[in-house]
C-alpha cells in the first residue's frame, strides 16, 4: 500500500467513524470508545475513559486507532496512525441566551417620514 492510498484509508475511515459516531444516539452511547487496528489488520474496539490515544496504541500492540468521545459540546474523534494523525470533532449549535432578551422586543416598528 502506498502512502497515498494509506492516507486515502485513514482519512476516509476516520470520517465514516465520525459520521456513524453523529448518527448514534448519545444517551445510550459510551462517552469515549477507540477502535484499533493492528499491523495485521485485526479490529479492537474497547472503552477507553482514562486512556489516551496514544496510551492505547502502545498497550495494545495497535498501529492504528480512532478515539472517540461524545461531551456535552459534540463529538470528537482522534485519528492516529504510523506517519500521521487527525482530530475531526463537531460542536452543537449555540442556542441563543433568551434570558438576556427576556422584556426586551424582538420587534422594530418603522414609521414612514410622511406620518411626522
Same mark, same amino acid.
Given at each position: ?9 485513514? $482519512? ?20 469515549? $470508545? ?78 414612514? $417620514?410622511?406620518?411626522?
Amino acid at each position: 500500500m502506498t502512502d497515498k492510498e494509506f492516507v486515502s484509508r485513514f $482519512l476516509k475511515d476516520a470520517v465514516e467513524i465520525f459520521e456513524t459516531a453523529a448518527a448514534a444516539p448519545g444517551a445510550d452511547a459510551s462517552p469515549e $470508545l477507540s477502535i484499533l487496528y493492528d499491523a495485521g489488520g485485526q479490529l479492537r474496539i474497547v472503552q477507553t475513559e482514562g486512556w489516551s490515544p496514544d496510551g492505547l496504541r502502545q498497550h495494545y500492540g495497535a498501529q492504528t486507532s480512532y478515539h472517540v468521545s461524545r461531551t456535552a459540546s459534540g463529538i470528537v474523534v482522534d485519528a492516529r496512525g504510523p506517519g500521521g494523525s487527525c482530530r475531526l470533532q463537531s460542536e452543537k449549535p449555540q442556542v441563543p441566551s433568551l434570558h438576556l432578551t427576556a422584556g426586551v422586543p424582538q420587534y422594530t416598528i418603522i414609521r414612514a $417620514l410622511a406620518d411626522y
